[in-house]
């Protein structure tokens, strides 16, 4: 299983991006799908998540209104639009799979996902 994200780099606040996460693994529309971020000396944090069909999804309090996460099932690969950047969104951020079913509150957790990309960064200067 491999998860590769893409679609970092270095924007204004204010400013957007959006990165993708393309998934080398089996029955993909049976993941749950997740975005978290780490911060230099900080620990990795849920950032959004979406399930399997794609028809729930889930924020973190800082990014909601501004972050929208969508899965193409077809294509094996889930997105992160980010809008309305802020230089606290800087951070490397890592897509991950659950093949676990959880509940609202299980689906924030990063030790419950299975599967991790390598990580994009994204820096957003003031």
């Known amino acids: 299983v491999q998860l590769q994200a893409y679609g970092g780099g270095l924007v204004q606040a204010g400013g957007f991006l959006r990165l993708s996460c393309a998934a080398s693994?089996?029955?993909?529309?049976?993941?749950?799908m997740g975005w978290f971020r780490q911060a230099l000396g900080k620990e990795r944090e849920f950032v959004a998540a979406?399930?399997?069909?794609?028809?729930?999804?889930y924020y973190a309090d800082s990014v909601k209104g501004r972050f929208t996460i969508s899965r193409d099932n077809a294509e094996n690969t889930v997105y992160l639009q980010m809008n309305s950047l802020e230089p606290g969104d800087t951070a490397v951020y890592y897509c991950?799979?659950?093949?676990?079913?959880?509940?609202?509150?299980?689906?924030?957790?990063?030790?419950?996902?299975?599967?991790w990309g390598q990580g994009t960064q994204v820096t957003v200067s003031s």
């Open positions: 693994v089996p029955a993909f529309a049976l993941y749950t």
């Open positions: 979406i399930r399997r069909s794609g028809g729930v999804t």
């Open positions: 991950a799979a659950d093949r676990t079913v959880r509940d609202a509150v299980g689906i924030t957790n990063r030790n419950g996902y299975d599967y």
